[in-house]
């Protein structure tokens, strides 16, 4: 038996959007059913290096398919200036869950971009207007290529407005999607006042406030991954319709984990899962609803159906390295 060597052009090549936005909703209807397992994410903090680390295991049951595996990755903000190295990495172990063989050891920094903007696609699909056609970016990092990407896939994304400080970032995006979409540079508020609105910047203070948003602008909140983040003005998300991955992950670390833990939101401020909403158990988007709002932290179930995925195109198409790892023959 082998296991399979996937770097991250691999995982890039191997991961067709749309098949992965729908893994991807299969396990958050796993994970909402009761066919998943998912231990909390577990941290290992490293002041002395200001980083961490986290590890994030998952088994999911998808009914035509089932699979497990773990991820482990950091966040290392001095990277970039200190090593010349990514501030975030990762490595996903992909096991087969009937005898635990590891199928697949693969590029876990790739799959992170592409299943977060996988999650993103499917809030929005329950989330936005039906005929949503802008949509806007605060944050031109790596993570806002997979939101366009995901995005657009579910919906006709026409115009896109992109935010950053970082003028460099804005130009790398608009020359790469500037044949493929009306993308331009714009304002905060000009992004917000779009159909669809991805923030994906590691903000501790809010940069979005309510004169920023439209009144039906669907946003998804991507960024606040650790406790302390915050990226979205209180007044926003207690006028909003509030959905979140995950009880447990989003009140530590997503983005109501500030007004959380100063007892500004509470439960009757959150209006469900995404899972209650993908499996029907809630509605999505209403004709009375204004803004809408997902906070997404990022589930390890979501990174096992996106490792799904990849190791089965991946498999039949011969690609990767293949290497003998426990030398059982």
């Not at 988007?285 to 195109?313: C, K, M, N, W």
Request: aromatic share 6%; net charge negative; hydrophobic share 40%.
């Amino acid at each position: 038996m082998v296991t399979l060597l996937l770097n991250k052009e691999d995982v890039d090549e191997n991961t067709p959007m749309p098949e992965l936005i729908s893994a991807v909703e299969d396990a958050f209807a796993a994970y909402e059913t009761g066919d998943a397992q998912m231990p909390a994410k577990s941290y290992i903090d490293l002041p002395q290096y200001n980083g961490d680390f986290r590890s994030m295991p998952a088994y999911l049951d998808a009914g035509s398919w089932d699979a497990a595996g773990i991820k482990w990755v950091n966040v290392h903000p001095d990277n970039p200036d200190r090593f010349d190295l990514p501030t975030v990495m990762g490595t996903m172990v992909y096991s087969d869950p009937e005898n635990a063989y590891p199928l697949s050891i693969m590029d876990g920094t790739e799959l992170t971009m592409k299943r977060t903007g996988a999650a993103a696609a499917v809030a929005t699909d329950h989330l936005a207007v039906e005929d949503a056609s802008s949509f806007g970016l605060v944050g031109a990092g790596v993570q806002s290529y997979t939101q366009l990407e995901a995005i657009s896939q579910i919906r006709d994304i026409e115009e896109v407005v992109v935010s950053d400080l970082n003028e460099a970032r804005i130009e790398q995006f608009i020359d790469y999607f500037g044949d493929e979409f009306d993308v331009r540079e714009g304002t905060i508020s000009e992004a917000g006042h779009c159909d669809v609105l991805s923030t994906v910047t590691p903000v501790e203070d809010p940069i979005v406030h309510p004169t920023d948003i439209g009144e039906h602008t669907h946003v998804n909140a991507m960024g606040a991954d650790a406790e302390g983040k915050h990226e979205i003005a209180d007044d926003i998300l207690l006028d909003a319709k509030v959905v979140i991955d995950d009880f447990a992950q989003t009140t530590h670390s997503g983005e109501i984990n500030v007004p959380w833990s100063e007892g500004v939101i509470d439960e009757d401020d959150i209006y469900g899962e995404i899972g209650q909403i993908v499996t029907g158990k809630k509605d999505g988007r209403t004709p009375e609803d204004g803004v809408t709002v997902f906070d997404s932290t990022g589930l390890a179930i979501q990174d096992v159906a996106a490792a799904h995925v990849v190791y089965e195109h991946a498999n039949e198409k011969d690609n990767g390295t293949e290497f003998d790892l426990l030398g059982v023959r």
